[in-house]
């Protein structure tokens, strides 16, 4: 009995964690399902509440010129101090497309940015996922 006990368990650690890794387009697109993110047809922003200061202020501001347009979906993420985020949208916070990740789900799926994340989509389907650091800020004109 003992030994059928494990072989079972040698079996299922040796085939349970084979899992096959996900693109990280389907982790994006799982993400967005899960947060129930109105992502079809929109531009989904990520915005953590730590890391790249000058990042996470340069989606911020471009948030708040855009937290009108429903074309855009905006998630906090990695939210550490819930306050100073709230503190970040004063006049944004009530809108339908602006939310707060406060599940983790952002984590859950096995992202960790100190970046905010752009995800671009076309349809229902995620075409893009860029991380804006430094070098490439002049997305927010572009979007």
Same mark, same amino acid.
């Given at each position: ?5 494990? !072989? ?7 085939? %349970? ?14 993400f967005?399902?899960?947060s129930?993110? #109105?992502?079809? =047809? !929109?531009?989904?922003?990520?915005? @953590? !509440?730590? %890391?790249? %200061? ?11 010129? =855009? ?18 985020? #709230?503190?970040?949208?004063? &006049?944004? =916070? $009530?809108? %339908? $497309?602006?939310?707060?990740? /406060? ?12 970046? @905010?994340?752009?995800?671009?989509? $076309?349809?229902? *389907? ?6 804006? &650091? /430094?070098? =490439?800020m002049?997305?927010? *004109?572009?979007?």
């Open positions: 009995m003992l030994r059928i006990f494990i !072989s079972f368990l040698l079996y299922c650690l040796i085939f %349970g964690s084979c899992k096959a890794k996900l693109s990280v387009r389907d982790r994006a697109l799982q967005c399902r899960q129930k993110i #109105k992502y079809c =047809n !929109s531009t989904v922003v990520l915005i @953590p !509440s730590v %890391g790249c %200061g000058t990042c996470i202020s340069s989606a911020i501001d471009f948030l708040k010129r =855009n937290s009108i347009d429903e074309k855009y979906q905006f998630v906090f993420v990695q939210i550490d101090d819930k306050k100073m985020v #709230k503190s970040w949208l004063k &006049n944004c =916070n $009530n809108r %339908g $497309n602006v939310r707060l990740d /406060t599940a983790a789900l952002f984590r859950m799926h096995g992202f960790a940015s100190e970046y @905010p994340v752009v995800m671009l989509t $076309n349809e229902c *389907e995620i075409s893009d996922v860029i991380i804006v &650091n /430094t070098k =490439n002049s997305i927010w *004109e572009k979007l």
